[in-house]
Structures are given as structure tokens and as C-alpha cells.
């Protein structure tokens, strides 16, 4: 699925807006050169994972400010790999990452800690995009090691992943929160030494039918009528992101929350 061609366009004329003053940025916010190093999973240690804990509270303390300020957005979607997952409802987080990607002429084609991972700007703010490639149900095998290696304050992580109990192609904006029964958000959260305090979003992919039982159906292909309406609600996930990292989360979560008027759901 892809975003429209308008949306695009006014990207690609932020990102070029952006470029020039793209290394400043990176250096002034502590993203720097050697932190893009293609890294080894096996050099982290325990003094690693201490200090993203430690970085993460001083962000919690100053309510994002400080320390917190000075590192990239990790923006987490879940899926699972290889062309036959593509397109189902439990990839709906991979889409939402690659719909993010495009829009902002981020490549997202490195590897690093079990992950395929993106690295670049939206306005000025550096930002990683990564998609595990452990498969669900090990998801916070690749999320942990990101975190600890490059020191994410959670409050700056952002899962993004699909949710049975929201109705279809509707999004929530949480702050923290449980696995709510989801595989992939269990391994995180586990992973993260049982912490949950770290934003989600929710993509609501509907119920099954009757019939049907909650694992075929996520691993089920999305019709041509779901994908057109899918279309909004990525264009409105961008939004959601590009609001989150420029204004802060709260006023991401006031606008993805606030119900949209009637005339807007009719269209």
C-alpha cells in the first residue's frame, strides 16, 4: 500500500528543505556518525543495558527533556518476515514503517540486532525506523538490543502494531500499557525487563468471523476494499508521527484520539 502521490511530493519537498542542515542536526541532538556503525550484538553488555535504563529515567524525570532530548525517535513495526506474510493483518506494522519510509525518503535496508533498520530526518529530528525480522513472537529479541545499543529513552520508543480489540483501520495512541494479549508486545515487554512504559500505536484490524479463529485471521491478506481504506489511516499514522516528534507526544496522542467529525468518516 502506498500513500498518495500528494503526500509525497510534500516530503520530498521537506526533506530537501532539510538535507542541508542534516549533519548539524544529527550532531547536535546526539545522533551522532558512530552511533549508525554497523553494529555486533555480541559487544553489548550488561553496563549497555544500565545505561539505556539509566538514560530513560533522567528522560522520564524531565518529562522527556535532558538527557531524553538528546538522542533519535525509535519507531518499532511489527511483522513478521518473507514474501508470505506480506500484506496480512499482522504485518500492518511493517506497512505503516515502509508508508513512514517512503514519505520521508528514509532507506530502510540496513541490518542491525535481527532488524532491518532506517535511519534519517523528519524536520530536523533524527528518527530509526526498524522492522525485526525475528518473527512475532520474538520481536523483543531485536527491539531490546536496539534500545540498549543506542540508548533510547523509552519514551521515545514507539511500537507500532496491529490490534484485534479496535475496530478495523481505527487508531489508538497510548503512552504505555500491557501486551494486551499480543505475541509480539509480550516479547518487548519482556525484553525491556518487564517495563511498559513506552508509547504504542494501535492499528485496529477488526474481529474474525465466527467461523474463523483469531490466528488464521491475522495471518489473512487484506481485501481491495480494506486496503483503500487503510490508505487514510496511514496517511493519518504519518501525520501522527510527524506531530510526535516535532510538538511532543501529547498532542500526537490529542490528535490520533480525538474522534474525527462525521463528515470525515463518510468519505
Not at 539505556?52 to 522527556?64: E, Q, R, W, Y
Request: aromatic share 8%; net charge positive.
Amino acid at each position: 500500500m502506498r500513500l498518495l502521490s500528494g503526500v509525497l511530493a510534500s516530503s520530498s519537498a521537506l526533506l530537501s528543505g532539510a538535507v542541508g542542515s542534516a549533519s548539524a542536526a544529527f550532531d547536535r541532538l546526539g545522533f551522532s556518525r558512530v552511533s549508525f556503525g554497523r553494529a555486533n550484538p555480541s559487544s553489548m553488555t550488561a553496563s549497555a543495558c544500565e545505561a539505556s535504563a539509566s538514560s530513560s529515567a533522567t528522560a522520564d524525570a524531565n518529562g522527556g527533556a535532558g538527557t531524553g532530548a538528546q538522542k533519535p525517535w525509535l519507531f518499532v513495526g511489527l511483522g513478521n518476515p518473507g514474501r508470505m506474510y506480506k500484506g496480512t493483518r499482522h504485518n500492518v506494522g511493517f506497512e505503516i514503517i515502509d508508508a513512514i519510509a517512503e514519505a520521508e525518503g528514509i532507506s530502510v535496508s540496513s541490518k542491525q540486532f535481527k532488524a532491518i533498520v532506517g535511519k534519517g530526518l523528519i524536520g530536523d529530528v533524527p528518527v530509526m525506523l526498524a522492522k525485526p525480522q525475528t518473527y512475532m513472537n520474538a520481536s523483543g529479541e531485536s527491539v531490546g538490543q536496539l534500545v540498549s545499543y543506542f540508548k533510547i529513552p523509552l519514551n521515545q520508543l514507539v511500537v507500532i502494531y496491529d490490534d484485534l480489540d479496535l475496530p478495523f483501520a481505527k487508531l489508538r495512541l497510548l503512552p504505555k500499557g500491557g501486551h494486551g494479549g499480543h505475541n509480539g508486545m509480550r516479547s518487548i515487554i519482556n525484553h525491556l525487563k518487564q517495563s511498559r512504559k513506552f508509547p504504542r500505536l494501535r492499528i485496529g484490524i477488526g474481529r474474525p468471523p465466527e467461523e474463523m479463529g483469531a490466528i488464521d485471521f491475522v495471518l489473512q491478506s487484506f481485501s481491495k476494499e480494506e486496503k483503500e481504506e487503510l490508505e487514510a489511516t496511514f496517511q493519518r499514522s504519518l501525520e501522527a508521527v510527524r506531530i510526535m516528534v516535532r510538538e511532543g507526544f501529547n498532542k500526537s496522542a490529542t490528535f490520533v484520539n480525538t474522534p474525527l467529525p462525521l463528515e470525515m468518516l463518510n468519505r
